[in-house]
């Protein structure tokens, strides 16, 4: 019975593509997350979500685009995917903001 | 700009021993802090958390440690197992920046039976 859970768990796709990244919790949480961990595994927050609405947007390429139909949902699309998107990307959610976070199992994303 | 910082890559003890995670920071306004066990092609999983207001927490085998003073704190592992082998995270927020977690960049803990 996973608690945040996203797909795909792999994905290998081509530079220039379009990819989706579909994330679900369902702790009945407020707060959800897009964190991506780079090659230097360095574990950063890319954005945050309030009941569906964008709370936080770190510096990342417009190229992204979360969408949060509802508060148990935050996808995450990317469009013209580069090289340097390569990473693995955790979808998290937590009660609140500033509440402990809960991950999910982790999306590795491989653009060649 | 890496508020959190774990400044050792790597970690090995003999199983039954005791491990020690290391972690420093750099925002004193951090009042909330987190370790986090990662498995290898699995996501982060929460361990215990510490709030600014106490200085010692612990469940079971894991206690977590904080100096405020030294911008500090400590995971320890009494007795250590070999299924403890994971990368270890540690991750702070303070109110002021938006209840953001930073994360540092994690220990690989390796328990040798």
């Known amino acids: 019975d996973t608690a945040v859970s996203q797909t795909p768990k792999y994905l290998v796709t081509q530079m220039g593509n379009d990819k989706s990244i579909k994330c679900e919790q369902n702790?009945?949480?407020?707060?959800m997350y897009w964190y991506k961990q780079d090659s230097k595994k360095f574990l950063k927050i890319m954005f945050s979500?309030?009941?569906?609405?964008?709370?936080i947007n770190e510096t990342v390429p417009n190229r992204f685009s979360p969408k949060s139909p509802d508060k148990a949902h935050l996808n995450l699309h990317i469009n013209s995917l580069e090289l340097g998107d390569s990473a693995v990307y955790f979808c998290?959610?937590?009660?609140?903001?500033?509440?402990?976070?809960?991950f999910g199992e982790g999306s590795w994303l491989t653009v060649v | 700009d890496q508020q959190v910082k774990q400044n050792s890559p790597s970690l090995s003890v003999q199983e039954g021993r005791i491990s020690i995670l290391n972690c420093d920071y750099t925002?004193?306004?951090?009042?909330?802090f987190l370790w986090y066990k990662k498995y290898p092609a699995e996501g982060p999983t929460f361990l215990i958390s510490?709030?600014?207001?106490?200085d010692k927490n612990e469940d079971g085998r894991f206690t977590v440690f904080l100096n405020k003073s030294a911008k500090h704190l400590s995971l320890h592992i009494v007795p250590s197992q070999p299924g403890d082998s994971a990368v270890y995270f540690c991750?702070?927020?303070?109110?002021?920046?938006?209840?953001?977690?930073?994360f540092g960049t994690g220990t690989s803990l390796t328990v040798i039976p």
């Open positions: 979500y309030n009941n569906k609405e964008l709370i």
């Open positions: 991750a702070a927020s303070a109110r002021d920046t938006g209840n953001q977690f930073y």
């Open positions: 510490i709030s600014s207001i106490k």
């Open positions: 925002n004193s306004m951090f009042d909330y």
């Open positions: 998290a959610s937590s009660h609140r903001a500033g509440n402990t976070i809960y």
């Open positions: 702790l009945g949480h407020d707060t």
